[in-house]
């Protein structure tokens, strides 16, 4: 099984091309983030660490012992936290330019998005958060139009982006604590990224996995869907051979 987390002012559905690659070859659960979509009234949401436990959470009513974990941006880093407090539940991490590996942020963008209500602005933040070359998703920008037409969430983002960014950074989970993941680790990220910077990939644990992908920005679901559901795929192989090593060793 396949969880798929968005990014901050996302939700379940902009994953639905990275779907569509991975129908027919792994169950997938797309989650609304706690204080997003129809988890909008989620108690005490804001943090990466109480949709962590929210997922795990949800996960366990569902019986769901093992699962592949795909998470963008803040998803990103809901998907390192919950991995980190339930290693046993993760078969593999797949981080897509995850948040909370370095300070910088590009906090004015964000705050835009968050308070972005129309078409016209989400689709203009979307296409600043994606390379110049990609389009911007018709598909995300209706779901996202969606989303924030319903009471209290576009106030819910502005509250939520107000603190994630406060003095223009983000929190940063520590190195140290990140080496401590033991099960296959691929982070991907692009060059064009206008939110996260793609240096904030330097100086992983030597096992981590790195792939950075030329001339694609921020928004890697909606820009490159088939790369994005063909690494899952091979994260999902990885961890099937991992076993047969006899020695344990991990590339």
């Not at 996960?59 to 880093?77: D, P, Q």
């Not at 602005?121 to 990609?134: K, T, V």
């Not at 009471?151 to 994630?164: C, N, R, Y």
Request: aromatic fraction near 4%; proline fraction near 7%.
């Amino acid at each position: 099984m396949v969880v798929l987390l968005h990014g901050f002012g996302g939700c379940s559905g902009v994953w639905k091309d990275v779907v569509e690659h991975l129908d027919g070859v792994f169950t997938t659960i797309a989650y609304d983030l706690p204080g997003h979509g129809l988890s909008i009234d989620y108690p005490n949401a804001g943090s990466a660490k109480t949709a962590a436990r929210a997922v795990l959470a949800d996960l366990a009513s569902r019986g769901v012992e093992r699962v592949h974990l795909v998470g963008h941006s803040m998803g990103g880093a809901v998907a390192t936290l919950a991995a980190l407090l339930e290693p046993q539940r993760v078969a593999s991490l797949t981080l897509l330019a995850p948040g909370g590996y370095g300070p910088e942020i590009n906090a004015p963008l964000l705050r835009r998005f968050a308070a972005a209500r129309c078409p016209e602005e989400i689709g203009a933040c979307l296409a600043e958060m994606s390379s110049p070359d990609s389009v911007v998703s018709e598909h995300s920008v209706g779901q996202l139009a969606e989303m924030r037409s319903r009471p209290g969430q576009s106030e819910k983002l502005i509250e939520f982006v107000t603190a994630m960014t406060a003095n223009d950074r983000q929190g940063v989970i520590p190195r140290e604590t990140i080496a401590s993941l033991p099960m296959p680790v691929m982070v991907v990220w692009g060059t064009d990224d206008n939110v996260l910077p793609y240096s904030q990939a330097e100086g992983l644990p030597a096992r981590f996995m790195i792939h950075h992908v030329l001339e694609v920005g921020h928004m890697l679901p909606e820009e490159t869907p088939e790369l994005v559901a063909g690494i899952v795929e091979r994260m999902s192989r990885r961890r099937q051979k991992a076993p047969a090593s006899p020695v344990g060793c991990q590339s």
